[in-house]
């Protein structure tokens, strides 16, 4: 798949069919986040794998009954990736923290690869970390910036409204149109 028509396609997916994600697709895609780009190079991510039926119900646990992608995790999806990153790994400037760049640019990658290889992938963030922390045992330095399910999609969403260009690209000044 072009790179182009994947970043058109994509779609946060939050229903998957039952079929597993064999080994080789899933190291392709954990490959796709390794080599992503980050402060200085330092790579402050870790991520969890997660297949276990117990512990994705925990993690869906950790997510509000209103958050649309809790039955995913909790039971469609074959595999459930847990997003964690190190703040005192990655750098911070004028009060920005850049390890959720680093951690949200690998899981872009990783998520773009799984929809080339046919994956379907939903960022979340709105869940109870503590809970998910404990769901995965995940050291108190460490922060879990989001999870997404990974699986094979039921059906291609439907395409989500974007800002026209003209609302969000300014030409050399700010408010000048293009
Ligand atoms: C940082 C971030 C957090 C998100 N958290 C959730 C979430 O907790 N639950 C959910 O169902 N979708 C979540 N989403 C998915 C967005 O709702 C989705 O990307 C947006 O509606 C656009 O739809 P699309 O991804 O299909 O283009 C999140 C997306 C981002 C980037």
Redesign the pocket.
């Known amino acids: 798949m072009d790179l182009y028509e994947a970043l058109q396609s994509?779609?946060?997916v939050?229903k998957y069919k039952p079929d597993p994600v064999p080994e080789d697709k899933l190291q392709n895609l954990m490959n796709a986040a390794r080599i992503a780009p980050s402060w200085s190079n330092r790579q402050c991510w870790k991520f969890i794998v997660v297949r276990d039926r117990e512990r994705k119900k925990q993690l869906a646990e950790s997510?509000p009954e209103k958050?649309?992608?809790r039955k995913a995790v909790a039971e469609t999806a074959p595999v459930v990736i847990v997003l964690c990153a190190d703040p005192k790994a990655s750098g911070k400037q004028d009060g920005k923290d850049y390890y959720l760049l680093d951690a949200?640019l690998a899981m872009q990658q990783l998520m773009l690869a799984a929809h080339a290889e046919g994956f379907g992938t939903?960022?979340?963030?709105?869940?109870d970390e503590a809970k998910a922390k404990e769901a995965c045992s995940v050291p108190k330095d460490q922060r879990i910036v989001?999870l997404t399910p990974l699986g094979v999609p039921e059906k291609q969403?439907s395409?989500?409204p974007r800002k026209d260009l003209s609302e969000i690209v300014y030409a050399e000044q700010w408010g000048k149109p293009l």
Do not use: D, L, T, V
């Open positions: 994509r779609r946060s939050r997510m958050n649309p992608a949200g939903c960022w979340i963030a709105w869940f989001g969403p395409e989500k």
